[in-house]
């Protein structure tokens, strides 16, 4: 199928929030992405398109394609039928008149889908009468049938063959009216577009939400109508109580007009009628309503997700109430006289109900994985007991552990999107930094231990070195003095020849050996000296480094100690 539903990845934050509220247990499809974050993204063979999800999704999301664009481009180029649903009266309570008058200017041809709706009243009242279909779930909603479809293929025994309103307008429009044009149809309903994609029998959905974008981004002004004025003037016939279909129950009250005995149960909404379906599947025939009418949205198409509506649902049902009330008065002044309705009648003499009739498409359903296969995820989602294994907080967005390891199996979902999961990692992380801090300590009060020796020695060092330094100045101050005496010594001895040569000679050979050698001290001293010098700039250095380690370690115990 082609995508309907539609996601921008860098606007998904991960809330699980299309997941919770979505019917379809195999749609969702969540991955974690770069950085640890998780999108959610559509599998649009296994979606229903009912938008509950782009009604849920807080964030931008999700949305939805349909139409309007191909429907305007075509309208430029050919002559098209514009069918109108019966909600446009409750979204548009002011312009739905205009809205139709603007496409009649560009040469559409308008027509009602209140008259499809009778259509399908008539032909699921003669069935009913002839024991043509046995008990029913009605298919008006495009979204039921696709779940039915998908996930419960066993249903299609009650699913009714016939028609939708829209489906049962175009095929009279088509095969009794003989028009041959391309069809629009003005719907607030995503699904609709797979009706139209299996039955192949309208061209264009053109949702209320995207025209009015469309009206908005082309600056075209609708004209106002008066509200609570229902009249229009179609290319044919408008419709009557079928006006009502869009509310809650409005198949069964149609019904129920022209035959109040017959057994109908009403289910609405996603979070009711679907678990309903399933229950409905689960039971004996013989304890089925000879008619479940089932729409998705709570309160019903007319506030439905494509419809981009301000009005509240007690606005809504207000106007269907003044719909309802005009459509019966002129069903009484106009085709129904003494007790009999004149447009069934007509309907009776002029059309064939095999004409309205629809052929479904199950889906091949997904297996179920094993007991041993769900074992394996529950280990990987570290649910190791049964207790984790029913937790159950929903926070992934299903409504069981056995759901999410279900999906999980299905390649569905991820088990670190699972919060036991999550928090089991994180307290292995969190005891495993617990260990390594206890490490780290441990290393720093050696460092530190370490540390305070080292500065102890370097102190020691300088106190030896100003020792040397010391020892080194007295020396060679005094190895200068006995140079100087020494050279006095022997210029008195070799400026008084009347000493003995030899002895002279000696004596004075003996003193000039002893002042080289103590030159060679008073040199070796002020070399010394110099590398005092350079070795206590060192020892500055390292014990300033020395602090500065210290200073580092300190505060790295205080950061520990903070966090154990």
């Avoid at 999550?422 to 050696?446: D, F, G, M, P, W």
């Avoid at 020792?467 to 050279?487: C, D, M, P, R, Y």
Wanted: overall charge negative.
């Amino acid at each position: 199928m082609n995508e309907i539903i539609i996601v921008k990845p860098e606007k998904c934050v991960g809330c699980n929030a299309c997941v919770r509220n979505c019917p379809a247990p195999e749609a969702n499809i969540t991955k974690m992405v770069d950085e640890g974050r998780f999108v959610t993204t559509v599998d649009p063979d296994r979606c229903i398109t009912c938008g509950e999800c782009v009604r849920t999704c807080n964030h931008g999301a999700r949305d939805y394609i349909d139409d309007t664009e191909a429907c305007m481009q075509r309208m430029s180029r050919d002559k098209l039928i514009i069918l109108a649903t019966p909600a446009i009266k409750t979204v548009f309570p002011t312009q739905w008149k205009g809205i139709l008058d603007w496409f009649r200017s560009k040469g559409c041809l308008i027509y009602d889908v209140s008259l499809g709706a009778d259509i399908c009243t008539w032909a699921h009242l003669r069935s009913i009468e002839n024991k043509k279909v046995g008990n029913v779930i009605t298919q008006p909603c495009a979204a039921i049938v696709k779940y039915i479809e998908i996930y419960q293929p066993k249903l299609l025994q009650n699913l009714s063959p016939i028609h939708s309103p829209i489906s049962c307008a175009v095929t009279y429009i088509k095969r009794y009216l003989k028009r041959p044009n391309p069809i629009a149809v003005l719907t607030p309903c995503i699904a609709k577009k797979t009706e139209f994609s299996e039955t192949g029998l309208v061209d264009y959905n053109v949702t209320f939400q995207k025209l009015a974008e469309y009206f908005d981004k082309n600056d075209i002004k609708i004209a106002a109508n008066p509200a609570n004025d229902f009249e229009y003037r179609f290319e044919e016939a408008q419709g009557q109580v079928g006006a009502v279909y869009p509310r809650p129950g409005g198949l069964r009250d149609n019904l129920w007009l022209h035959d109040p005995d017959i057994n109908i149960t009403t289910s609405e909404g996603v979070h009711k009628v679907y678990p309903e379906l399933d229950m409905y599947a689960n039971m004996p025939e013989f304890k089925h309503p000879e008619v479940f009418d089932v729409l998705s949205c709570e309160f019903g198409c007319n506030i439905g997700p494509a419809s981009g509506t301000s009005q509240t649902v007690f606005d809504v049902m207000a106007t269907m109430r003044e719909v309802e009330k005009e459509a019966k008065k002129r069903r009484k002044t106009g085709l129904f006289q003494r007790g009999e309705d004149k447009l069934f009648k007509k309907f009776d003499e002029e059309l064939r109900i095999s004409d309205f009739m629809r052929n479904y498409k199950p889906a091949k359903p997904t297996p179920i994985p094993t007991e041993k296969q769900l074992d394996t995820v529950y280990e990987a989602m570290g649910k190791h007991t049964e207790a984790d294994r029913n937790f159950n907080c929903h926070a992934c967005g299903y409504r069981s552990c056995r759901e999410m390891a279900i999906a999980i199996c299905r390649g569905l979902n991820t088990p670190d999107n699972c919060i036991v999961h999550a928090k089991t990692v994180l307290l292995a992380r969190h005891s495993e930094l617990a260990t390594q801090h206890e490490r780290l300590a441990e290393i720093t009060n050696e460092c530190l231990a370490l540390s305070d020796k080292l500065k102890n020695d370097v102190k020691s060092i300088m106190n030896n070195m100003n020792t040397i330094g010391e020892s080194t100045a007295q020396t060679g101050e005094k190895a200068g003095i006995v140079n100087s005496l020494l050279q006095s010594v022997i210029g008195f001895c070799s400026s008084h020849d009347s000493l003995n040569s030899d002895d002279l000679s000696k004596m004075v050979s003996i003193l000039e050996q002893t002042s080289s050698a103590f030159a060679a001290l008073d040199n070796n001293v002020n070399v010394t000296n110099d590398s005092s010098n350079l070795i206590n700039q060192s020892i500055g250095e390292i014990t300033h480094l020395v602090d500065e380690i210290n200073a580092a370690l300190h505060q790295t115990e205080g950061r520990m100690t903070q966090v154990m």
